[in-house]
């Protein structure tokens, strides 16, 4: 008999590609085990500060959120269709006073960086599955990621405590599980993101052909890596007689560029534009692993703090030369043996189902 119901706790709310995305590849795997799956509308202001419609920080955020002020509407909105398809709780929760009893035997807690304080404006003890519930509830970290690999010693007293909670850990990155076992003394394992645990068929209804010609697509995040992007980007589409498609994970900016920039695409667009691509140049992670499942050519470019994810995931796909930045002509032009990298990939995701199932079954 299949599991009542399961909560998930996440990053949803935010108008970002890899947390919608992971998600939804998260809801859709839960859905084929559990009775009803529910996803916890949590908006904290830790996230939603970072995505006012206007900035009255200075007067320079002012004009720019203001010039951008249409086209991150249209974004907005379109993520909150895109949400709107998994089943969210009946009330949205500002903060933890706020958040309802709930039925639910399981809750979920991750994917995503819920455990960055750097993001959370300190540790959250809501993504720790702190929550009022009715009965008994198992709490499961699934991918779970740190976002970083150095903590001072009051974060890590913190975290120590909030993780107890938490029946069973697991984390998207090896350095996270060497930080919680050497640090705290916390066992965990290391998972699949859930795009990569449900893998492209969970996400192939929303991609449709696109109209454009024979292009190369930009998924940058970090403005220090921005124009990097760009620069490699420019190299690499004027080798292959490609044109360039970016999609900002940012707002409309005031400088214009050489080639198109789309500001407001819906997670269904970006995903799309990516499937569709001749190449792709990232700094993002979920950049990097939609380029695995679609069987995209790429490139990505490592973070300077935040990259022990990256490097996990590429070195699973035994593609960890592909983190560079400044990438060979021979790498460029590799044929990458998506047999290989599937079955690497296969393999991991047989292990995350097992860490899922038998996260479940230890608690009946």
């Known amino acids: 008999m299949m599991p009542k119901k399961a909560l998930i706790v996440t990053f949803h709310c935010v108008p970002n590609y890899g947390a919608a995305l992971q998600t939804y590849g998260l809801y859709w795997f839960l859905k084929k085990i559990f009775q009803d799956v529910e996803v916890l509308d949590y908006r904290p202001s830790s996230l939603a500060g970072d995505y006012k419609y206007i900035s009255t920080h200075s007067l320079r955020s002012f004009v720019a ?43 979920f807690v991750g994917s995503d960086q819920i455990w960055n304080p750097d993001i959370t404006k300190s540790f959250d003890e809501v993504y720790f599955g702190k929550i009022p519930h009715k009965g008994a509830l198992t709490v499961i970290s699934y991918a779970a990621s740190l976002g970083k690999d150095t903590f001072t010693s009051s974060e890590l007293a913190q975290m120590s405590g909030l993780l107890k909670s938490v029946s069973s850990i697991s984390v998207r990155e090896d350095s996270a599980k060497v930080l919680l076992e050497d640090k705290l003394g916390v066992q965990a394992c290391v998972v699949l993101d859930p795009t990569l645990l449900v893998g492209a068929s969970c996400y192939k209804d929303f991609v449709v052909d696109t109209d454009r010609d024979d292009y190369l697509f930009i998924y940058a995040l970090n403005q220090n890596t921005t124009e990097l992007a760009r620069a490699l980007a420019r190299k690499i589409a004027n080798a292959k007689g490609l044109q360039i498609v970016e999609v900002s994970g940012g707002r409309k900016r005031l400088k214009k560029t050489s080639h198109k920039v789309i500001y407001d695409a819906s997670p269904a667009e970006f995903l799309s534009l990516l499937a569709n691509a001749k190449y792709v140049v990232t700094d993002s992670f979920h950049g990097t692993a939609f380029s695995l499942l679609f069987h995209r050519q790429f490139t990505t470019i490592p973070h300077k703090t935040r990259g022990g994810r990256m490097v996990s995931l590429l070195t699973l796909a035994g593609l960890k030369h592909r983190l560079t930045e400044q990438p060979s002509q021979e790498i460029i032009e590799e044929a990458i043996d998506w047999a290989a990298v599937d079955s690497r990939l296969e393999a991991a995701r047989k292990q995350s189902e097992d860490f899922i199932l038998k996260s479940i079954n230890k608690s009946v």
Do not use: P
């Not at 249209?74 to 089943?87: E, I, Q």
């Open 65 to 107: 959120t203001l010039w951008s002020l249409l086209t991150f509407w249209r974004k907005r909105r379109r993520f909150a269709n895109f949400v709107g398809r998994m089943s969210l709780s009946a009330t949205v929760c500002h903060s933890s006073d706020e958040i309802k009893e709930t039925d639910a035997q399981y809750c």
